[in-house]
């Protein structure tokens, strides 16, 4: 089954605890990234990724690293995060970045 | 700066009351409108596609429109799984992501 995988779904934190959540697709998708999606505000990209090696800012990366070493992996990396880091998180993967993205399930995230 | 505005922000309807869906959008060049649908604690769920003005494209009780300002999402007799926010976004090219609109939280009620 195609699909975009993240974990956690679910994770509370303290402010400053470094952590990772992971996303994995399964479809051979050369474009990935990063939503955050907050009340009011909408889902806002963070990061993208065009190929292996290959990633960029997208509209709110501040406090945000990631990584793109395998084409399946992209991991979303919080090095000191921060109470106003608490959202939802999505992950996504496409063909390219005009093609239909698909999303994986979500990671609710609140830091404390 | 891409924009991206839909109308309205919730909608309650009954059963069978069809109606429809408003995306305006501001870019510099359109790569793509996308329409998502949502269900709540869910990732978004891709619904259409439309690269053209004048494009169409139809799928169960649900078709999307496109012109150059905006795109319409219109639903004919509704049910209630047809509950959901629906999301439209925009790729207006070069490498960046989409840009989503608020969403119209929409309730179908029996």
């Known amino acids: 089954e195609a699909q975009v995988t993240q974990n956690p779904r679910y994770l509370i934190t303290v402010t400053g605890k470094k952590l990772t959540v992971t996303c994995s697709q399964n479809?051979?998708?050369?474009?990935m990234s990063w939503y955050r999606q907050d009340p009011g505000l909408g889902l806002r990209q963070i990061y993208y990724?065009?190929?292996?090696?290959?990633?960029d800012k997208g509209d709110v990366p501040e406090g945000y690293k990631v990584s793109r070493k395998e084409k399946r992996n992209f991991p979303l990396i919080l090095e000191s995060p921060s109470p106003n880091q608490t959202s939802l998180y999505f992950c996504?993967?496409?063909?390219?970045?005009?093609?239909?993205?698909?999303f994986g399930q979500g990671t609710r995230l609140t830091v404390v | 700066e891409d924009q991206v505005t839909q109308s309205p922000e919730a909608l309650r309807l009954q059963e069978g009351e069809s109606s429809s869906l408003n995306c305006s959008y501001t870019?510099?060049?359109?790569?793509?409108l996308f329409w998502y649908r949502q269900d709540p604690g869910k990732g978004p769920e891709f619904l259409f596609t439309?690269?053209?003005a004048g494009e169409e494209k139809e799928k169960e009780r649900l078709k999307a429109t496109l012109t150059k300002k905006e795109s319409f999402l219109h639903i004919t007799a509704p049910k209630p799984e047809d509950s959901a926010t629906y999301l439209c976004?925009?790729?207006?090219?070069?490498?960046?992501?989409?840009?989503f609109g608020k969403g119209t939280h929409l309730i179908i009620q029996p």
């Open positions: 976004a925009v790729q207006a090219g070069g490498a960046d992501g989409l840009t």
């Open positions: 996504a993967s496409s063909k390219r970045v005009d093609t239909e993205a698909f």
């Open positions: 439309l690269y053209s």
């Open positions: 479809m051979n998708h050369e474009y």
């Open positions: 990724s065009m190929n292996v090696e290959v990633t």
């Open positions: 870019v510099s060049g359109l790569r793509g």
